[in-house]
């Protein structure tokens, strides 16, 4: 495992705030999209951009120490508010490029066995782009926006949601049951050729241990490949009770 300051910072919250920052989420366009987090049921969904680009994130985990971030999601303890049953929100980050070598970075549970073609990534992407042009269209100054299910930002539309179009593979969300690492959903990046039907590269995210990806009961989203400070405290727990039970036998063999 790689030690730095940035593993030492394992318990810092990184409050990623909107200001200064544009409230449009780059959609892929100019082949550098931008990562943004949505949440959705049956009746409206919360989305958030998460102002980072493919290449910055990516620049994120090749960095010395293991990737630890989190951003505090501007005005969701607002939509949890007003909806009736949280068990059945679904959640998944998404960022994909439409032009040159097109990546998709998406959430994940259990990916399909990478058969799926360049060509059936590349009408993904062309899905999130233009879920991510009709979020635009509605989102704030603060880079966060709620919509209702009549609304095109809805993320939870056959054309987006957690397989967008049907034709993604398998499925991309989470639930707020995974709210710790160790319950955490998958991050990974696929890549679509920029020409034929090849099959398209699948590459699970992982930076010393895998990337995982959940929402805490504090409504600060995490994208990070150590445990969260609970885990840290656990595990001290624990060893100092094997600790305290080999003084122990070591005494009453004295």
Known sequence: MKFSLKTLAAAVVLAVSATGASAAIGNGTDGNGELFFNIWDANGSYTFDLNK???????DVAAVGNINQSFALSN?????AGVVNTSLLQFNIVAADISGNQRLLTTFTTPNSPTTQNNVIKSVNVNVNGFATA?????GSADNVAVNSSSAAWAGKYIFKNNPGGILGFSN???LANNSYD????????DALVTGTARSIYTP?????????WVDATNNLHIAAVPEPESYAML??????????????LNNRV
């Open 173 to 175: 969300s989470g639930s």
């Open 205 to 213: 995210y992982a930076d010393g241990s895998a990337v995982k990806v």
């Open 76 to 80: 969701f303890g607002s939509f949890l």
């Open 236 to 249: 001290l727990a624990g060893l100092g009770m094997l600790g305290f039970m080999a003084r122990r036998r």
């Open 135 to 139: 979020v635009n269209s509605v989102i």
């Open 53 to 59: 680009t493919i290449s910055v994130f990516e620049s």
């Open 183 to 190: 319950s955490g959903i998958g991050f990974m990046r696929i």
